[in-house]
């Protein structure tokens, strides 16, 4: 049974980092090209950061790079979002989501790339 969870938001100042974590069961994270999307209230789902494992790279959104950085722990199955320099324009809730294999980079922030998402986790930045 293939889940990803989630886990690592909550309530920040401006300026201030938070650490999301996704675990991921019944699939190998290495195997797959793992994506965080975010969406706030009345917007679209958004794509922000995404680890390319099978290429071994990472992308990030414009609006992110510099701030965040995602990573990956093949031993423990686990993926990263690294958010630093947070701005109240960041809240929402972040999801992060899985891809088996490679990926065409024009593909990367298209949700119906990805096979598995998890529930989300709130983030909010306050000014």
């Known amino acids: 049974d293939v889940q990803l969870q989630a886990s690592g938001g909550g309530w920040v100042q401006a300026g201030g980092s938070l650490r999301l974590s996704c675990a991921a069961s019944?699939?190998?994270?290495?195997?797959?090209?793992i994506a965080w999307f975010r969406q706030a209230p009345g917007k679209e789902r958004e794509g922000v950061s995404v680890?390319?494992?099978?290429?071994?790279?990472?992308i990030n959104a414009n609006s992110v790079k510099g701030r965040f950085t995602v990573s990956g722990d093949n031993a423990k199955n686990m993926v990263y979002l690294q958010m630093n320099s947070l701005r109240p324009e960041d809240t929402a809730v972040y999801f992060c989501?899985?891809?088996?294999?490679?990926?065409?980079?024009?593909?990367?922030?298209?949700?119906?790339?990805?096979?598995?998402w998890g529930q989300g986790t709130q983030v909010t930045v306050s000014s």
């Open positions: 680890l390319r494992n099978r290429e071994s790279g990472t």
């Open positions: 019944g699939f190998t994270v290495s195997d797959y090209t």
């Open positions: 989501a899985a891809a088996k294999g490679r990926k065409i980079t024009s593909t990367l922030w298209t949700i119906t790339t990805y096979d598995y």
